[in-house]
């Protein structure tokens, strides 16, 4: 659990970070998968810097931070069904509901913790390799940091009826998706998928409990 931790801090600060040298918000609509990553992190890091309770930690103002300016930029269905893989075509609706409201809460909880902590990375984007008519395509960049070697954060995002939505981040070489995948099989030998949704939702609670840490 400490690496996913680690990972989805290293991402959300990283994915805050982009504004650093990102352009103006671009139109929504069928904007390019990496104008789209800039734009979505332009704006959230413009509106995190000027308001002074996220800065604080104020858990209720960053979790709405994350809710309104990320969330709905990640389809969390998809991301939820690779990360249970073979189990999730045997779960029945009503748990894979259940269970992609769990991971999504538990990413909200994740994202939180590491807004508040945001400082003066800058990132630099790697030329997009990618033909007009795929549906699926990497984001490549590298987070600069004040100290330390550059740290690889890429994103996969795929194409759907909505526009372009990230599934999927790897940070140092580790894929997200892969890095749960493990965790998920895990839980699920021992209790099933209600087992998984119950270890999540307890999990979830705890960090419910557990205030945002400011940024010093």
Not at 28 to 40: T, W
Request: hydrophobic share 45%.
């Amino acid at each position: 659990m400490k690496l996913i931790k680690h990972l989805i801090a290293m991402s959300a600060i990283a994915f805050t970070a982009f504004a650093v040298a990102a352009p103006a918000p671009a139109p929504v609509g069928n904007e390019a998968p990496d104008v789209l990553v800039k734009r979505i992190s332009n704006d959230v890091i413009e509106t995190a810097k000027a308001d002074k309770d996220i800065q604080a930690g104020d858990v209720n103002k960053v979790t709405a931070l994350v809710d309104a300016k990320i969330l709905p930029y990640i389809d969390f269905q998809r991301m939820t069904a690779l990360a249970a893989g073979r189990f999730w075509r045997d779960a029945t609706p009503a748990q894979k509901t259940a269970l992609s409201n769990e991971f999504r809460t538990l990413l909200v909880h994740t994202y939180s913790g590491a807004l508040s902590q945001i400082k003066n990375e800058t990132v630099e984007f790697k030329p997009m390799r990618a033909d007009p008519a795929d549906t699926t395509v990497e984001v490549r960049s590298q987070v600069n940091v004040q100290r330390g070697e550059p740290i690889q954060l890429n994103y996969r995002l795929a194409k759907g009826p909505s526009g372009w939505k990230i599934f999927d981040i790897n940070v140092l070489g580790a894929w997200l998706v892969e890095t749960y995948k493990g965790t998920f099989a895990s839980e699920i030998g021992k209790g099933g998928i209600d087992g998984l949704i119950k270890k999540l939702a307890e999990r979830n609670q705890q960090l419910a409990n557990k205030p945002v840490k400011a940024a010093r």
